[in-house]
C-alpha cells in the first residue's frame, strides 16, 4: 500500500469517527461498533504510515542532523 493509500485509510477512520460520535450524542444504537471501527482503521492507518516512513531512505538522514 501507498502512503497515499494509508492516508486515505485515515481519513475515512476519522470519518467514520466523527458519524460514530454523532451516533453517540444522538444515543441511537451500534455506536460502540462504529467507533471501534474507525479506532480500528486509523490504527492500522497509522501503522502503515509508520513503516513508510521509517523506511523511506532519507529518514536515516533526517534523524542523524
Do not use: E
Amino acid at each position: 500500500m501507498t502512503a497515499r493509500g494509508a492516508i486515505v485509510l485515515l481519513l475515512l477512520g476519522l470519518g467514520i469517527g466523527i458519524i460514530g460520535n454523532l451516533f453517540k450524542i444522538q444515543h441511537w444504537p451500534n455506536t460502540g461498533a462504529i467507533l471501534i471501527s474507525a479506532s480500528s482503521i486509523q490504527a492500522v492507518a497509522v501503522f502503515i504510515l509508520a513503516l513508510k516512513v521509517s523506511r523511506y531512505p532519507g529518514f536515516k538522514d533526517f534523524l542523524d542532523r
